[in-house]
């Protein structure tokens, strides 16, 4: 103790002149942060990196240990090779029919009841919103099984209806929400002085309110397009078939089916996130305004 | 107000009458769908609970006999253990971690976009895509994760393999998935007045004070919003232990939804799967409305 008490003292002594002064020891602060933030930065792409790679590996790499990083000579083969062990290339067109009419409906659906919500006086609306709202919260699990049955009793099984129409039916109270918001946000008067030229409710909609509101609906359509693009538990409830597939079962039967080649695994993983990884980039504030807007977004 | 409504009644104008058909025909897609899609489903699913239905011969009335076979069956039981504790151990983390990340993205720091561009990227990866890999990241000997913890002198551990292991894994794997609830705490942190900040400054309190007296209090409200949506998600996890693990080892992750898939769509038990869906869902809402009752006691709301 006693070999420790004079460097407290010297401590104490230059508490009013420090060796470093707090702008520089903020600026350390900051550079530490810096180094720690992208450290674990690495940590969170690592794994999606990792896929990429190895999708372009042999089988040999795949396996090696230590782990090769970059791949010798990259194996584009990869990807030619698990459109013969499955027909990828009709899971995508199935991926692109089923996400494009189901983002379609959403759209629609949420542009047309989100201006019924906002901005026409209806009796029951206050009722129908809570309604709507309420089952933002409901957990899904409840209508899992019922909601098979009705699709069954319609006689939809192995067909895309289950994958669509339920979103042309305002099934996403989210997007709902997210145009009420924006349509509460615009002045009442675009619509009181069209009614007073002849214009109708569609045409209000249609020609003021919609091209006011780029901006919601191109979050609505990038959050609408990951959710069915991604979307595993629906296709595989409701569709049987392979020639019904979506790319996200073709990915689980790749990986079901090949053990030894996890290179075709992963080449079928980048595959599918390609277009996503892509759209992300492209669209990226629409997904931070959508999320800060919303709370909610994505899957 | 009550009086003038009961002696006159007010025939609605044309103009109203025309308003309120709009407000119907274009709130009509939502109504529809909910009655369809939710709202019959709910009733239907209390109905199947009471039966015994495998899809081939006809449904059969058996009264609270699902209800008390949900209560002794052991698999059942256990699939709730597993995701209460899932939930219980990858809710508080999760949060911490992304309100940690969250409030080192707002310091002022260089690339802060392409922090949280890297932090959100692993939400819009397809979600059999992240589970194909993570399965592999975990793998015994070639998988990433024991290759780097290798590096710091830790032996190879069989993850996915070791029922005492397999819970702890996936919930590792969900703080990969934390960039939503990371983007609304940036949002609500850039949303707190500057004014409260420079305020305690020129009172002298330092960083931390301003952290526990300002920050935290000012974001409860999302705290408890994200807690909110974590937990009701957590309890319905199940899609990666499908791929990933089919709910093994020894039913380690066996999740609730996955037990109550199986029982629907593997054995097509579709009564018992709604009694056993109806346990989960008073379990979420009992949960959910306990912690609005917590939440009086600790979240702040201004005026």
């Known amino acids: 103790m006693a070999t420790r008490s004079p460097a407290i003292s010297s401590v104490r002594s230059v508490t009013r002149q420090p060796l470093i002064s707090p702008v520089w020891s903020r600026r350390i602060g900051l550079i530490l942060l810096q180094i720690l933030m992208t450290v674990i930065l690495i940590s969170f792409l690592v794994p999606t990196l990792w896929m990429i790679s190895s999708s372009l590996k042999v089988s040999r790499e795949v396996f090696a240990h230590p782990i090769v990083w970059i791949p010798e000579s990259p194996q584009w083969r990869n990807y030619l090779k698990i459109f013969e062990v499955l027909p990828f290339g009709k899971f995508a067109w199935n991926t692109v029919v089923v996400t494009g009419l189901a983002v379609l409906g959403t759209v629609v659906s949420s542009l047309t009841v989100g201006y019924a919500f906002s901005r026409l006086r209806w009796p029951g609306r206050r009722f129908f919103f809570a309604l709507m709202i309420a089952t933002m919260m409901l957990p899904e699990v409840i209508t899992l099984i019922p909601r098979f049955l009705v699709f069954r009793w319609l006689g939809w099984i192995d067909t895309f209806l289950p994958l669509i129409v339920p979103y042309w039916a305002g099934a996403s109270a989210l997007y709902i929400f997210l145009v009420h918001q924006f349509f509460r946000g615009l002045p009442m008067e675009l619509e009181e002085a069209a009614l007073i030229d002849g214009a109708n409710r569609v045409q209000i909609l249609t020609q003021i309110l919609i091209p006011l509101s780029k901006p919601v609906i191109a979050t609505v359509a990038v959050f609408a397009l990951i959710q069915h693009y991604n979307s595993f538990l629906e296709p595989l409830i409701y569709l049987n078939g392979m020639d019904k597939w979506t790319l996200a079962l073709g990915i689980r039967a790749i990986n079901d089916s090949n053990v030894q080649n996890w290179e075709l695994v992963f080449a079928a993983g980048t595959l599918m996130l390609a277009p996503v990884l892509a759209l992300f980039i492209v669209a990226q504030r629409y997904f931070v305004q959508g999320i800060a807007m919303t709370g909610f977004g994505g899957r | ?303």
């Open chain 2, 1 to 303: 107000m009550a009086a003038k409504s009961l002696t006159k009644f007010e025939r609605p104008s044309r103009g109203t009458l025309r308003e309120w058909t709009a407000g119907y025909l274009f709130a009509s897609p939502f109504i529809i769908g909910f009655l369809v899609f939710t709202a019959f489903p709910m009733v239907y699913s209390i109905w199947l609970a009471f039966h015994r239905w495998d899809l081939i011969t006809p449904p059969r009335f058996i009264g609270f006999d699902n209800f008390i076979r949900m209560f002794k069956d052991p698999l059942a039981n256990l699939s709730l253990y597993n995701s209460g504790y899932y939930t219980l151990f990858a809710v508080p983390i999760q949060l911490v971690i992304s309100f940690v990340l969250a409030l080192a993205l707002t310091q002022n720091i260089k690339f802060r976009d392409l922090y949280r561009a890297g932090f959100y990227l692993p939400i819009i990866v397809p979600l059999v895509a992240s589970a194909v890999v993570w399965q592999r990241v975990f793998h015994p000997e070639f998988g990433i994760l024991n290759e780097i913890l290798g590096w710091f002198g830790i032996q190879p551990l069989s993850w996915l393999f070791k029922p005492e292991l397999a819970k702890p894994a996936f919930i590792l794997m969900s703080f990969w998935m934390i960039g939503r609830q990371m983007v609304i705490f940036i949002a609500g942190l850039g949303n707190i007045p500057e004014t409260l900040y420079e305020a305690a400054s020129l009172d002298g309190a330092g960083a931390l004070t301003r952290l526990f007296k300002i920050t935290i209090p000012m974001m409860t409200p999302l705290i408890f919003y994200n807690m909110i949506i974590a937990i009701v998600n957590s309890f319905q996890t199940f899609i990666p232990a499908l791929i990933m693990t089919d709910g093994g080892p020894e039913n380690a992750t066996l999740f609730a939804v996955l037990n109550i898939y199986r029982q629907g769509f593997n054995y097509f038990n579709m009564g018992y799967a709604s009694a056993l869906a109806w346990e989960l869902f008073v379990i979420i809402v009992g949960f959910t409305i306990a912690q609005f009752y917590i939440s009086q006691r600790w979240v702040f709301y201004e005026d």
